[in-house]
């Protein structure tokens, strides 16, 4: 079955940096475009990031140009989230899925989703 497992959050103040993992399993991780979302209390999960899936094309919130970066490795079924400059309003449980229909920034379009890490941005 499908499976994707998030790591890497944390605590951290504004200004810092923090790299999230998605570690995918059950599907061949190659061949599907992925995603981050983010989800903050109270309010709907927005797109973050999405990487095609051989990783030739990336794309990003204007939320977070300049700051975040999504990569992946093919090789070890892993995508990944390098967050720098984090603000307060990063805070959010941040989710990573799998795409499966046309539109790369809606959330309806992503099949399969892990259960999540907190990132939590705060002096």
Do not use: H
């Not at 605590?11 to 475009?33: E, N």
């Amino acid at each position: 079955q499908v499976q994707l497992v998030e790591s890497g959050g944390g605590l951290v103040q504004p200004g810092g940096s923090l790299r999230l993992s998605c570690a995918a399993s059950g599907f061949t991780f190659s061949s599907y475009a992925m995603g981050w979302f983010r989800q903050a209390p109270g309010k709907e999960r927005e797109f973050v990031a999405a990487i095609a899936s051989t990783g030739g094309s990336t794309y990003s919130a204007d939320s977070v140009k300049g700051r975040f970066t999504i990569s992946r490795d093919n090789a070890k079924n892993t995508v990944y989230l390098q967050m720098n400059d984090l603000k307060p309003e990063d805070t959010a449980v941040y989710y990573c899925g799998q795409k499966r229909g046309g539109n790369l920034y809606y959330v309806g379009d992503y099949r399969y989703w892990g259960q999540g890490t907190q990132v939590t941005v705060q002096s």
